[in-house]
C-alpha cells in the first residue's frame, strides 16, 4: 500500500539536479542536465527505438547524505507500467539504500498504483536525526520526467562522498543489461556492481535492441574516463550472422578512440530451455566461439587489453533456475551475474 504524505508535517522540497545532490549514471548529465542515458540528437541520428530507450533511466542514481527524521519521494514518470513479466517495482519503481560507498543496505522501494504515471511515497518516517548516506536507484524501464526529494523542514542535506576515481565501467548490451527482468531497481546487475565498486557505472542496455549499432560505438567513445568497456550484445542478434556481421566494426570503433582501455566481451547466459531445445544450445555455441576466436584473434594482433569471458558460466551450475521466462533473469540470476563479473572486474582494472 502506497503510504501518503497526508496530514504530516510540511515538506521541504529538493530537487536533486542541484548540488549537495550528486547525478550518478548519466554519461551526458553535466552536459544536458536530463535523466537520459544517451546525448540527444537530431531525429534520425540513431533508430526511433535507440532514441526511445535511452530515456529508460536504468542505471541512474541520486546520491547524498541527511539527518533527515523523515524522506519522501515525488515522481512524475513518461507513462504508467505496462510490462507483463516485469514488476511494476522495476519499472517504475525507485529503490532506496543506506550507507557509505561499499557499505550500501538495501532500505526499501516504492510502492504505488500499478496504472500511476506520477506518485508520492514515504521511504521513512520518524526515524532518529542522525547523518545517514542515501543512494537512490532510478527506474529501469521509464523515463523520469522530474523527480523531487522531501524531508522534514529542518532537516540539513549534505553531500555524498565523491567517488575514489573519475573513472567510470561502462555497459552495453540487451533488455538483460538493462535490468530485466529483476523485481526493483537496485537488483539489476549493473546496480549490484555499483555498489561494490567506488566508481561510476554507465548503463547502456537497450531492451531488444542491442544490436552493434555503429553510432552507439561513437557515442560510447565521447564518455569520458572509461575505465573498461563491457560488450554484451550476443542475445539481440536475431542470427549469429548479423553478431558476426558487426561486432568486429564495433569493437574497432571503440579501438579508435581508446587504444588501451580494456574491454570485456560477454557472450550470452544460456536460456532455461536449452536442456531440451538443442538448437538454442548449439547457436549460444556458435556465438561464443566466435566472439572468444575475434577476441583472440584481436589479441595475437598485438591488442593487450581486450578480453572475453563466457556468459554461461556466471549462473553457475543452477543456470536453470535463474530466469523468468527462460531468458531474463530473476533477481537470483542478476545476483549470480554480479558475483561472476566482480572478480573479474576487478583483475582486468587491476591489469591483470
Not at 138 to 160: H, K, M, S, W
Not at 235 to 252: E, G
Not at 289 to 294: G, M, T
Request: with cysteine; hydrophobic share 40%; charged share 25%.
Amino acid at each position: 500500500m502506497n503510504r501518503t504524505t497526508d496530514d504530516e508535517e510540511p515538506l521541504r522540497w529538493h530537487s536533486p539536479d542541484r548540488a549537495p545532490f550528486r547525478i550518478a549514471g548519466f554519461a551526458w548529465w553535466e552536459a544536458e542536465r536530463k535523466y537520459r542515458r544517451l546525448p540527444t540528437v537530431e531525429p534520425g541520428a540513431i533508430r526511433e527505438i535507440l532514441d526511445e530507450l535511452a530515456d529508460n533511466t536504468s542505471g541512474g542514481q541520486i546520491r547524498f547524505a541527511t539527518d533527515a527524521t523523515r524522506l519522501v519521494i515525488k515522481a512524475k514518470l513518461f507513462a504508467p507500467n505496462v510490462a507483463e513479466h516485469i514488476a511494476a517495482t522495476a519499472v517504475n519503481g525507485f529503490d532506496c539504500y543506506l550507507g557509505k560507498p561499499g557499505s550500501q543496505l538495501y532500505y526499501g522501494t516504492t510502492r504505488f498504483a500499478h496504472d500511476a504515471a506520477e506518485y508520492e511515497y514515504v521511504f521513512f518516517n520518524n526515524v532518529q536525526p542522525e547523518t545517514r548516506y542515501v543512494t537512490l536507484h532510478f527506474p529501469l524501464f521509464q523515463g523520469v520526467r522530474d523527480v523531487q526529494i522531501g524531508t522534514n523542514a529542518d532537516a540539513g542535506v549534505f553531500e555524498f562522498p565523491a567517488y575514489a576515481a573519475k573513472d567510470k565501467i561502462v555497459f552495453y548490451g540487451t533488455s538483460i543489461t538493462q535490468g530485466g527482468c529483476v523485481s526493483r531497481p537496485g537488483m539489476s546487475f549493473t546496480n549490484i556492481l555499483s555498489r561494490r565498486f567506488d566508481m561510476e557505472f554507465i548503463n547502456l542496455g537497450f531492451s531488444g535492441n542491442g544490436k552493434g549499432d555503429p553510432e552507439i560505438a561513437r557515442m560510447i567513445n565521447d564518455i569520458d574516463n572509461p575505465a573498461c568497456i563491457v560488450v554484451d550484445y550476443d542475445a539481440n542478434n536475431v542470427h549469429a550472422d548479423d553478431l558476426i556481421r558487426t561486432m568486429p566494426a564495433f569493437l574497432r570503433i571503440l579501438r579508435g578512440k581508446h587504444a588501451e582501455v580494456p574491454i570485456l566481451v560477454l557472450s550470452r547466459i544460456p536460456y532455461g530451455y536449452e536442456h531440451t531445445n538443442t538448437a538454442s544450445y548449439e547457436d549460444r555455441i556458435v556465438r561464443r566461439d566466435f566472439q572468444r576466436d575475434l577476441v583472440g584473434s584481436l589479441k595475437r594482433e598485438g591488442d593487450r587489453f581486450i578480453h572475453f569471458h563466457d556468459g554461461a558460466d556466471l549462473l553457475g551450475d543452477i543456470w536453470n533456475e535463474c530466469t523468468v521466462d527462460g531468458v531474463h533473469p530473476t533477481d537470483l540470476g542478476h545476483m549470480r551475474i554480479a558475483d561472476g563479473l566482480t572478480p573479474l572486474l576487478r583483475g582486468i582494472l587491476q591489469g591483470d
